[in-house]
């Protein structure tokens, strides 16, 4: 089955840097990839998803990039606000499978 | 229209006891899941149901079963709770039977906290 790696556990970044989280994934036949987002004590909520056909898509601030060859993907936020503190988590799936695979999880903090 | 609803909110119980988490959809989505949260480990999947009438494990299904009641509703049950179940646990539901192909956005409820002592 699939096994999704998220790196790193934690991360804290200066207000108005970016973040980048980064994603490994191990079946090659996986072809969507979406990126959840949970603000403390809050259910968790899809702010992005990119299919394999796209190398890379954004959304304001947020964009995720995604390479095939090395199957990984990643999360870049730029111009990071505290409204950016979250955990955030990476999935993988692949057409006509039943379920996603989640990775374990990135705790991102946004110092003032 | 209020999304994906579960019940309850907490929940304390004791080494042995049963419960039943209730989850229930108002969207028309084919597909229902039952997540676990715990520190340091994501979202694992106890078990899904791609359509009504269908249930299958996910990767954490011992000490659990589920009901998938009617297209709305699909329960979890720990018929005798141990310790290691103390967890957050999210229901989620998506309008997609397959994935990866469209409408794959999961739905989250708020969640249920439980503790078993």
């Known amino acids: 089955g699939e096994n999704v790696e998220q790196h790193p556990s934690t991360l804290s970044v200066q207000e108005g840097d970016s973040a980048v989280i980064k994603c490994t994934y191990s079946d090659s036949a996986s072809n969507y990839f979406p990126w959840y987002k949970q603000e403390l004590g809050k259910r968790p909520q899809l702010i992005i998803d990119?299919?394999?056909?796209?190398g890379e898509k954004k959304d304001q601030r947020i964009a995720v990039t995604l390479n095939k060859t090395a199957k990984h993907f990643s999360l870049h936020i730029t111009e990071t606000q505290p409204e950016d503190s979250a955990v955030y988590f990476c999935a993988a799936t692949n057409f006509g499978n039943e379920k996603l695979t989640f990775g374990t999880g990135t705790r991102l903090t946004i110092i003032p | 229209n209020a999304g994906v609803t579960q019940t309850p909110k907490f929940q304390v119980l004791k080494t042995g006891q049963s419960m039943t988490l209730q989850c229930a959809q108002d969207m028309n989505h084919n597909s229902m899941y039952w997540y676990r949260q715990d520190p340091g480990m994501g979202l694992r999947l106890i078990y899904y149901s791609a359509s009504e009438g269908t249930t299958d494990k996910g990767e954490v299904p011992n000490g659990y079963n589920v009901s998938r009641l009617n297209k709305r509703e699909f329960s979890l049950r720990l018929e005798s709770a141990a310790p290691s179940q103390t967890s957050v646990y999210f229901c989620?539901?998506?309008?997609?039977?397959?994935?990866?192909?469209?409408?794959?956005?999961?739905?989250f409820g708020s969640g249920t906290q439980l503790s078993v002592l």
């Open positions: 989620a539901s998506s309008e997609a039977t397959l994935l990866g192909s469209t409408n794959e956005k999961l739905f």
């Open positions: 990119i299919r394999s056909n796209v």
